[in-house]
């Protein structure tokens, strides 16, 4: 017998090729006057274009962003916000991007219109990061919601397969989570599902061919499926990780959450036997752990924390961060079982190759 509580997010999505040129009546759908266009430097060209045809409704244009969010740049951002008067703020770039604007909106009363060119998938999410004196902080606030979601996969092509492919995993591991979330449901589990089925399918073919605008369209739904799948529901033990290795080690974002999924699939593996069937069936294989660090391998994406930059000597203080304020997980997060999942971890093992959780 069902009992949930399902609550749907009140985001415009505008997806397929060329979509990207709908932004200005987009912009004049929301009532917008002055829009702020923020974006990543590869995208500067498409900015200019697009700044060109809002005409009198763009405020200003600005470039860059920082991972993790630093709260000296959000600093920044904000008061340029501020100073040009801006009631829209247009994210064309990455998660940094998106981050950046949520960020500004957490504390300015505007809307978002995220263009996304990554497969993060936090474009459809409410929660927002920020990063300071070395504590990647998180929250959930409707207003950093993008109000409009703007899914053109021409927009990918400048995004190569090595940082696609791992940003596509980061999308997967909020399917993952969803589905074991303590507050996950019916629907939110069909959308996680077919996330990992739709990104496990484009993924490999994005690596293979990165001028594919089919396989860049496939991934950018599977994106689309797995911001939305994590909206809905709590972040568990895999995000808590990639906060502490992000924030406090300055971790790449997209490469930590390829390499420490795997790990934290096999760390629950026991106490989420359904999820786990329903993880396994998405990657086509016969066991979700090996199944996630398969497709990494297949991707080129890197497996081993020593090889982004972590230290071997800071693992037993990121195990000690990791079991400080812990986050909803099927399987009790005991800092002797963290230790070994980093251990694994860093040194790029096989999940589960080494015996225990």
């Known amino acids: 017998m069902y009992a949930f509580t ?6 415009r999505v505008v997806f397929g090729l060329d979509s990207v040129e709908r932004l200005p009546e987009e912009v004049e759908r929301l009532a917008a006057m002055r829009a702020l266009i923020r974006h990543s430097p590869h995208c500067a060209e498409t900015a200019r274009a697009l700044g060109a045809r809002l005409g009198g409704q763009l405020a200003g244009m600005h470039e860059g962003a920082a991972a993790h969010v630093p709260i000296e740049v959000a600093a920044a951002a904000r008061e340029a916000a501020r100073e040009l008067n801006a009631d829209c703020c247009v994210a064309i770039g990455g998660g940094s991007t998106i981050g950046l604007a949520k960020a500004i909106a957490l504390e300015i009363p505007m809307s978002i219109i995220a263009a996304p060119t990554t497969y993060a998938g936090s474009e459809m999410t409410p929660i927002w ?17 993008p ?9 990918t092509l400048g995004v190569p397969p090595h940082v696609a492919g791992p940003s596509g995993v980061n999308a ?28 496990a399918d484009a993924l490999p073919r994005v690596a293979a061919s990165p001028h594919d605008l089919e396989a860049r369209s496939d991934a950018l739904y599977g994106a689309w499926l797995g911001g939305a799948s994590l909206g809905a529901v709590s972040m568990g033990l895999h995000h808590k990780l990639c906060h502490v290795l992000g924030g406090r080690f300055n971790l790449p974002h997209a490469e930590t959450h390829a390499i420490i999924l ?17 993880i396994a069936d998405a990657l086509g294989t016969s066991e979700a752990a090996r199944g996630a ?6 991707l080129g994406a890197p497996t081993a924390l020593r090889d982004i930059g972590m230290r071997a000597h800071d693992l037993d203080m990121a195990a000690e961060f990791a079991v400080l304020t812990p986050y909803a997980n099927p399987a009790p997060v005991t800092r002797a079982g963290i230790r070994r999942l980093l251990d694994d971890a860093f040194y790029g093992r096989l999940p589960g190759s080494t015996g225990g959780s």
């Not at 399902?6 to 985001?11: A, E, F, I, L, R």
């Not at 790990?263 to 629950?268: D, K, P, S």
């Not at 660090?293 to 297949?298: G, H, N």
Request: aromatic share 6%.
């Open 6 to 11: 399902y609550q749907t997010q009140p985001s």
């Open 129 to 145: 990061g920020l990063t300071q004196r070395g504590e990647k902080r998180t929250g959930r606030d409707i207003a950093v919601l």
């Open 147 to 155: 109000r409009v979601v703007i899914y053109d996969p021409r927009l």
């Open 172 to 199: 997967l591991a909020h399917c993952v989570e969803a589905l074991y979330a303590p507050d996950t449901n019916p629907i939110v589990a069909l959308m996680a599902a077919e996330g990992i089925r739709a990104l």
């Open 262 to 278: 795997p790990h934290v699939i096999h760390y629950n593996r026991e106490a989420a036997p359904h999820a786990m069937r329903q």
């Open 293 to 298: 660090f398969d497709l990494s391998v297949t």
